[in-house]
């Protein structure tokens, strides 16, 4: 991530990488890093660690939605990129979620979801994406 920041942005976030995940196979590892200018006038980097559920799913729009969130939440907690993050991808798994129970309602017993079906159902995960409960946590590293 040094390599990313070297290139100019203060934050950076991989979704997903190769690392093992500690919470087994079923996870991703994803990973933040934030330098922040100090009121001293030096830096400091903050980094993270996420794991993030699997889902065995294809949709359109999940990236769109990611970085928006995490600008939205990187300008309110503009030096705390474990919230930023952590809001971030609890948004992401509620919107998922919701979109793969609907999903599955609408295909019935046994068949997948067609791509129409599984469109994020973002207006119906309005106040989540206002005010997420938290459910993914991230480690400071």
């Given at each position: 991530m040094d390599l990313l920041h070297k290139m100019g942005p203060d934050t950076v976030v991989i979704t997903s990488s190769d690392l093992p995940p500690r919470l087994g196979d079923r996870f991703l590892v994803s990973f933040g890093s934030q330098r922040i200018l100090m009121p001293d006038g030096t830096r400091t980097t903050q980094r993270i660690r996420i794991e993030v559920p699997k889902v065995d799913a294809?949709?359109?729009?999940?990236?769109?939605?990611?970085?928006?969130?995490?600008?939205?939440?990187?300008h309110h907690y503009p030096t705390d990129l474990k919230t930023a993050c952590e809001k971030?991808?609890?948004?992401?798994?509620?919107?998922?979620?919701?979109?793969?129970?609907?999903?599955?309602?609408?295909?019935?017993?046994?068949?997948?979801?067609?791509?129409?079906?599984?469109?994020?159902?973002?207006?119906?995960s309005k106040a989540d994406i206002e005010d997420p409960a938290i459910v993914m946590e991230a480690t400071v590293l």
């Open positions: 294809v949709f359109v729009g999940t990236g769109d939605l990611f970085a928006a969130m995490l600008l939205a939440w990187t971030t991808f609890s948004v992401m798994h509620h919107v998922i979620q919701r979109t793969i129970s609907y999903a599955h309602e609408m295909a019935g017993p046994g068949r997948r979801p067609s791509p129409a079906q599984l469109e994020l159902r973002m207006v119906q």
